[in-house]
């Protein structure tokens, strides 16, 4: 389709901007380890220079004073655009990010357009002025309301998993509601990021109002995050950098939303059709190769019923497809970074140490045409219990943990017990017994026969250190605007009720 080596800028202003130290990083297919595309190795200046193209935007009022007809509009023709742009941006999501082209055709592409859509009808829809009607007697008559402002300059920081959905569950909501802003993409995976930044400034944002740079997050997000000119900063992350970038957001009192790690749950019932069950949790653990926040990787599964879910699982996990995320035929990419698959290595080898039961899997796929790319073989733990490392840690891979349960009143407790709380699961043919358990996982997502179901339509968050706030449907409009309470006195006179009760001012 594309091919060809490119060579980015970052965007800032409205323009294809070089880096100041013109230093390079360099943007690897992680299928072959070629090099692909290029773009400039950021430092504070360019951060300093983004943030103050953002602030003058923000301060000239060409987009924060537009009326919401007209940023919905923009919003709108974006969302157009990006389907238009559909093959470039799935093509380069996958080669940058290894997520099937089967998926990034299909599902990235209609969570993207889908989020800008649907946030500029909810954006319609949210009362934009509230008032109250309750006069207290000791106050003259009062016209009261109040109404939603921009924050200011936002700041986007993102991960290497879903480069362009999780950066437009930031961008969206930010420019709905009036604010400029600023992202930073994961060094392995900014280029679709940069092209967004693009694709909306031709749908008419305002130079200025989105900004993208690039460079290391040790160094230039750090920066970023701990900048007195940022507003508010939403992360997608790792919890520890979530909870570095909580404590400085603190000196600053930022807006922080965090979206962190997890370690989610799945919960099969004695009742599962074992066939959903199988499913469930090959999805759960091996979507996107398991590389995915919200991954089912903690299976508790009732004791008698663990080694026929488990056979099914394999039997399934032999027919799939693992290798180029650009093959439409493929199922499974390959892992994003070599640092990454050394993760997921450590923790087999962690389990093992620990005395979990390698029911398949376990190793990196090294032949034929995994030579050159960080290729994983889904692997399955059985007889884990809660406390093993493995099971405890996020591991971000093809990973599953099976954890033999005999009550289901211990199964609840062990699910409930991790610093994590994103994501859980469910599966039973009893629906309402599977809804009594939902509302005891303390988790923001509970899937009930089912997984991986992000809608821009419905919040997405975490309890616990999985971090906080919501993106998604009316609650992120609400996370990226204040709230400006008006308070007029229609009658002001001399005499006022008010004062004379107060501070007698009638004397
Ligand atoms: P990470 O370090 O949290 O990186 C996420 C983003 O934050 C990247 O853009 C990164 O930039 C930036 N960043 C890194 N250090 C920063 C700092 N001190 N201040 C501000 N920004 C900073 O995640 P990772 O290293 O890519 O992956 C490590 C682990 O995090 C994974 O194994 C997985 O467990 C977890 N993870 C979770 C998610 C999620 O969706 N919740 C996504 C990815 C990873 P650079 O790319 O330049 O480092
Ligand atoms: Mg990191």
Aim: proline residues 5%; charged residues 20%; aromatic residues 8%.
């Amino acid at each position: 389709m594309m091919s060809g080596f490119m060579e980015y800028q970052m965007f800032i202003d409205g323009q294809w901007t070089p880096g100041l130290t013109g230093d390079k990083m360099e943007v690897i297919n992680p299928a072959t380890r070629e090099v692909v595309a290029t773009v400039p190795r950021g430092g504070r200046e360019d951060v300093d220079r983004a943030l103050a193209s953002a602030r003058a935007s923000f301060e000239s009022g060409i987009w924060a004073n537009k009326s919401v007809e007209e940023r919905a509009q923009v919003l709108m023709n974006a969302a157009m655009l990006v389907v238009a742009n559909k093959e470039r941006l799935a093509y380069l999501e996958s080669l940058t990010s290894g997520g099937t082209i089967r998926r990034t055709t299909t599902v990235d592409i209609a969570e993207v357009a889908g989020t800008l859509l649907l946030t500029a009808m909810i954006l319609k829809e949210l009362p934009q002025v509230e008032h109250t009607f309750f006069s207290p007697p000791w106050v003259a008559p009062m016209h009261t309301f109040w109404k939603r402002e921009p924050v200011g300059v936002c700041a986007g920081i993102t991960p290497w998993n879903f480069p362009l959905i999780l950066a437009m569950y930031k961008i969206a909501p930010a420019l709905a509601m009036g604010n400029s802003i600023v992202m930073k993409p994961a060094s392995i995976t900014p280029v679709t990021t940069l092209e967004l930044a693009k694709i909306l400034t031709d749908a008419g944002v305002p130079p200025g109002v989105i900004n993208v740079i690039t460079g290391p997050g040790s160094s230039m997000g750090n920066y970023l995050a701990g900048h007195p000119e940022v507003d508010k900063i939403a992360f997608t992350g790792s919890t520890e950098v979530g909870r570095q970038i909580a404590h400085q957001a603190a000196d600053t009192i930022k807006r922080v939303t965090l979206e962190l790690g997890g370690k989610s749950p799945i919960i099969v019932l004695d009742d599962a059709d074992m066939e959903v069950a199988a499913n469930m949790c090959l999805l759960g653990f091996l979507f996107h190769s398991g590389q995915v926040c919200e991954s089912g990787t903690r299976l508790f599964v009732p004791r008698r019923l663990q080694d026929e879910l488990v056979e099914r699982m394999i039997s399934k996990i032999k027919k799939m497809v693992i290798g180029d995320q650009l093959d439409m035929e493929t199922d499974l990419g390959p892992i994003a970074s070599q640092e990454q698959l050394n993760t997921i290595d450590r923790y087999v080898h962690i389990g093992k140490e620990e005395g979990a039961q390698l029911a398949y899997g376990g190793r990196q796929l090294t032949e034929g045409i995994y030579e050159k790319g960080f290729f994983y073989e889904p692997t399955i733990f059985i007889n884990c219990h809660n406390q093993m490392t493995q099971v405890r840690e996020e591991i971000f891979g093809p990973v599953q943990c099976v954890i033999p349960y005999d009550d289901v009143e211990e199964a609840v407790a062990m699910a409930n017990d991790s610093i994590y709380g994103l994501g859980g699961g469910i599966c039973s043919t009893n629906i309402s017994r599977a809804q009594k358990l939902a509302n005891r996982l303390r988790t923001g997502t509970v899937w009930i026969n089912t997984w991986h179901v992000l809608r821009p339509d419905a919040p997405f968050g975490g309890y616990k250190q999985s971090g906080y706030g919501r993106e998604c449907c009316y609650h992120s409009l609400l996370a990226y605007s204040e709230v400006k309470h008006i308070c007029l006195d229609l009658t002001p006179d001399g005499d006022d009720k008010l004062m004379n009760l107060l501070i007698g001012s009638n004397r």
